[in-house]
RNA sequence: UCCCCAGUAGCUCAGUCGGCAGAGCAAGUGGCUGUUAACCACUAGGUCCGCGGUUCAAGUCCGUGCUGGGGAGCCA
């Protein structure tokens, strides 16, 4: 069997071959034969196949193809007459594997609803939209281990369940084998004692704890995997599981951290212009039709870099009115960083340096005692795409700060310790694989760029 | 969780001032054509999201619940 991707690239004219794929459209001639166009998920593009109906199953099977049936032609390939492709499949013989019934079939040869396609997500990816997506997202897999490895990066697996709340930041999903309808008790208290892991357990909401442990032996390491939030958000860029890239790196001062971000990022939107040619002329058509000369763009050009105090000012200055107030020491809210991206620099834009209390215990704390080096990277349309920092190296400045923000020294004695034996400046960030998605795609609801999305009330499929 | 909007044929939607339920696409039938989301004609297709209320009369007005969308918060 040939995959159709091959068949219209590599396959010489004449090559006798075999395909297989679900109907997308059938158009009929009297004069004497049918245009099969199957898809096969490997290329955004069908293959048309020519079926003549001197073929012995032609009035009973290939005249009633329909939409979502699944073939397997075999034939030969032919340099196509006709406009809109340059080979097809002249068939020998048509075999259908599996019919689709044309009134249920929810799928139409034309354009759906991404809300209706939500409802479907078993039968979503067999539409042009989501499979370009799915190929994307096994790309831009590819090319987040590729560039890590080429630059001796080591690939840590953290784990997915965690004894410790992680950060303290973020809802969590508790895991557990013990039973709801009847849970153990000790006084007033859940007994933990009986459960699978002898103490409360969750999913992870980040792998950076892990990763810092690893980078603190072997230098560079990278995570790549799913991460879980149990927080109400109902929105276009919120997930309650989605995927997370985590470089840390030893011996590491935040300028190296954000120079690092910006590589990562140009790597990226370069290595997809230059992969994955075909699924993102098609985002450019049909989801933003500015999406190509953006990323062309912003490979050559520099991106924005300016400290939280600075963008305080900037917007201060802007003279524009913001529902919330700005002030320096609070976080900057969506309408502020959608200002400074969108229509002061109308590009991604690196803010560092933020307040040291709106940010997590863990981020190394600067100088003047009043800000921590904490980086995010904001791009238009998105907003923060990487959030990241240089961590707290001092065991003091660590124990001080955790102390003062709640967070209980016992659970985290290990974290502590690192910074005990051999502690060196190290930094890291985080990159929402799902975020990164949606920029290079121009989709505006991150439901669609993941092929289960979880939110809240949602786990259907 | 909060604010705003929407829910009508398989899909996308229209439905005026409260007065007979509509279109395009899909499907079925027929016609035509090396066709490109093919085209032309005809046919069939409805719990107007659920529940309650106002009214002679509700898709339309009111209340409530559910689902979806947009925005906000939280964040990646």
Redesign the pocket.
């Known amino acids: 069997m040939v995959r159709i991707i091959r068949a219209l690239s590599s396959e010489k004219i004449g090559a006798h071959i075999v395909v297989m794929g679900w109907v997308?459209?059938?158009?009929?001639?009297?004069?004497g034969?049918s245009?099969i166009?199957i898809n096969d998920g490997s290329s955004l593009k069908g293959l048309?196949i020519?079926a003549d109906a001197e073929l012995p199953n032609y009035k009973d099977d290939i005249h009633?193809l329909?939409?979502g049936c699944a073939i397997k032609v075999t034939g030969s390939l032919?340099a196509?007459?006709?406009?809109?492709?340059t080979v097809?499949l002249?068939a020998d013989k048509i075999e259908v594997l599996g019919w689709a019934d044309?009134?249920s079939y929810?799928l139409?040869?034309?354009?759906?609803?991404?809300?209706?396609l939500?409802?479907i997500a078993h039968l979503r990816p067999r539409t042009n939209t989501f499979g370009a997506v799915a190929r994307l997202r096994s790309s831009v897999s590819h090319a987040i281990h590729s560039f890590f490895q080429e630059r001796d990066f080591i690939y840590i697996h953290t784990p997915i369940i965690t004894g410790s709340d992680c950060e303290g930041?973020?809802e969590t999903f508790r895991v557990t084998t013990l039973d709801l309808e009847n849970v153990p008790k000790n006084g007033n208290q859940i007994d933990f004692s009986q459960d699978f892991f002898g103490c409360p357990a969750n999913l992870t909401v980040?792998g950076q704890l892990e990763a810092e442990i690893y980078a603190l032996s072997m230098g560079d390491v990278y995570t790549f995997g799913p991460?879980f939030?149990a927080?109400?958000?109902?929105?276009?860029?919120?997930?309650?599981e989605?995927w997370?890239v985590e470089p840390e790196m030893a011996f590491c001062d935040l300028d190296a951290d954000v120079s690092l971000s910006i590589d990562f990022l140009k790597y990226l939107f370069a290595y997809v212009l230059n992969n994955c040619t075909e699924d993102m002329q098609f985002f450019n058509r049909f989801i933003d039709s500015s999406l190509l000369k953006t990323l062309e763009a912003l490979i050559t050009r520099d991106f924005e870099f300016i400290t939280y105090t600075e963008g305080v000012e900037l917007l201060l200055k802007a003279g524009e009115k913001f529902?919330?107030p700005v002030q320096w020491g609070v976080?900057l809210?969506?309408?502020h960083?959608?200002y400074l991206c969108e229509k002061v620099f109308k590009r991604p834009v690196v803010v560092v340096n933020y307040p040291r209390d709106?940010k997590p215990f863990y981020m190394k704390l600067n100088e003047d005692g009043k800000t921590v080096r904490a980086m995010?990277v904001l791009v238009p349309g998105v907003?923060?795409?990487?959030?990241g920092s240089q961590r707290e190296d001092d065991y003091d400045t660590l124990f001080e700060r955790m102390k003062k923000t709640g967070i209980n020294v016992d659970d985290y004695w290990w974290y502590l310790e690192l910074r005990k034996f051999g502690s060196v400046p190290h930094a890291g960030f985080?990159?929402?694989f799902?975020?990164l998605i949606q920029f290079l795609t121009g989709l505006?609801?991150?439901?669609d760029v993941i092929p289960f999305p979880r939110?809240?009330?949602?786990v259907s499929f």
């Not at 997308?24 to 004069?31: E, G, L, P, V």
């Open positions: 997308r459209t059938k158009r009929d001639s009297k004069a034969f245009f166009e048309q020519i009633k329909v939409t032919a196509s007459p006709g406009k809109g492709q097809e002249k044309p009134d929810p139409q040869k034309k354009r759906h609803s991404f809300e209706f939500r409802s930041a973020g980040s991460t939030r927080e109400d958000s109902n929105t276009s860029r919120h997930l309650a989605f997370m529902e919330f976080n809210h969506s309408e960083e959608r709106i995010d907003g923060e795409i990487i959030g985080g990159l929402g799902e975020r505006d609801n991150i439901r939110t809240p009330g949602n």
